[in-house]
């Protein structure tokens, strides 16, 4: 598991990707293909930013190559790649994201190294619980998941609104006065609560299956 991460995935999630991997597979494609529009929608945003710019366009094609290539592991299993309802995942952190920058940076790039990260440790569980194919996809995968984190943090850092030399949390301050591990902290623990608590529904970065959890 990442260093970044507060949990594992539980042992239910993945009993629940074995049982439905026409839905694991589709919603895998359609977080490839967000965290391609992610890269590609800070490009536009942050045209200030050559360090990020270089980086978000380098990884905008890489997440792309992986759509490409989930397509056509649908495709070898005779999946019909559809559309799916979105999970409650991206919605419930990018709630905490602040709306002012450069908060609002800092947090869409710390937001990203704890998607990877999360990504990261279910590609190494699928990869050992699946088998075959597959199972041989999802491991190639783990290495960029992990170098993608590390990218996202190391950004988030340098935007930081506070220098390295001051990490300290400061009462009443606003969000941008935040230190970097106060932010960081944020989105880790609702990681955390995302992927412990029960859901009803079944997607690649659900929580804990319910019996009604259905694709």
């Excluded at 507060?6 to 967000?34: G, M, Q, V, Y």
């Excluded at 592991?73 to 419930?92: H, N, Q």
């Excluded at 590390?150 to 850092?157: D, I, M, N, V």
């Excluded at 970097?180 to 859901?199: K, P």
């Amino acid at each position: 598991m990442s260093k970044l991460l507060r949990c594992e995935t539980p042992e239910s999630w993945f009993d629940a990707a074995r049982r439905d991997l026409p839905t694991l597979l589709i919603d895998h494609a359609n977080c490839e293909k967000k965290a391609a529009g992610t890269a590609v929608s800070l490009l536009y945003r942050y045209v200030d930013k050559p360090k990020l710019l270089r980086a978000m366009s380098r990884l905008a094609r890489e997440e792309l190559r992986h759509f490409e290539q989930v397509l056509t592991m649908l495709e070898s299993f005779g999946i019909i790649y559809t559309s799916l309802t979105p999970s409650r995942y991206a919605a419930a952190m990018h709630s905490l994201i602040c709306t002012s920058e450069p908060g609002r940076l800092v947090d869409t790039l710390i937001i990203g190294a704890v998607v990877e990260a999360r990504s990261c440790e279910r590609f190494g569980g699928l990869a050992t619980r699946i088998g075959g194919r597959l199972g041989d996809f999802y491991h190639r995968l783990m290495e960029s998941e992990a170098r993608h984190a590390e990218q996202y943090l190391e950004l988030a850092r340098e935007y930081s609104a506070l220098p390295n030399s001051d990490r300290r949390n400061q009462q009443g301050a606003g969000p941008d006065a935040e230190s970097f591990e106060g932010r960081l902290e944020r989105f880790v623990a609702r990681d955390q609560l995302l992927v412990l608590s029960a859901d009803s529904q079944f997607r690649f970065h659900s929580g804990l299956p319910t019996e009604q959890a259905t694709g």
